[in-house]
């Protein structure tokens, strides 16, 4: 999986960046996502995410993570249509990317602190957290939570990012 990281606040080093790729990578292989798919992270401080937050989902407070699924519109052609194979790999390379995350460092510091945590772990479930949204998990009803928080716990425990 191919993923940009853009940091907004110049304080994400360049290492957080990369293990948070390693640990995306293999949340990707734990799930069985296919190796083509492409994704964005964005460190941002709370004011960023407060608008962002506002702007997508209608709440006007910071938050410690915000997911944007991308869902790509359908396409249909004639059943008689012969695509050419330059038009199919250019769909297969549009339908590649699943959607963004933006994450609150502050947020980040401010709930490792209040949960007795590093900041590398709370990235880390932040990370993971904003990945399984963006792949279709949810936690709106108690069935859904169950499978998502256990599926989340269970990748961050297998990488090595415990508590």
Not at 42 to 49: A, H, P, Q
Not at 94 to 102: P, Q
Not at 116 to 141: C, Q
Request: charged share 30%.
């Amino acid at each position: 999986m191919y993923i940009e990281m853009l940091d907004n606040t110049g304080k994400v080093s360049d290492d957080m960046q990369q293990e948070t790729i390693k640990l995306l990578n293999f949340a990707a292989s734990f799930i069985h996502l296919p190796e083509h798919k492409e994704m964005a992270i964005t460190y941002v401080l709370n004011d960023e995410i407060q608008k962002i937050n506002h702007d997508y989902r209608g709440k006007d407070a910071p938050t410690d993570v915000v997911s944007l699924e991308y869902e790509p519109e359908q396409i249909s052609f004639d059943a008689d249509f012969d695509m050419p194979e330059a038009l199919q790999a250019e769909l297969e390379e549009f339908d590649s990317f699943i959607g963004e995350l933006f994450i609150s460092i502050e947020k980040a510091q401010e709930q490792a602190d209040n949960y007795g945590h590093s900041y590398e772990r709370e990235i880390g479930f932040l990370a993971v957290h904003g990945f399984l949204h963006i792949n279709g998990y949810d936690h709106m009803i108690k069935e859904e939570e169950k499978v998502m928080f256990a599926l989340q716990e269970e990748i961050l425990t297998a990488y090595g990012l415990t508590r």
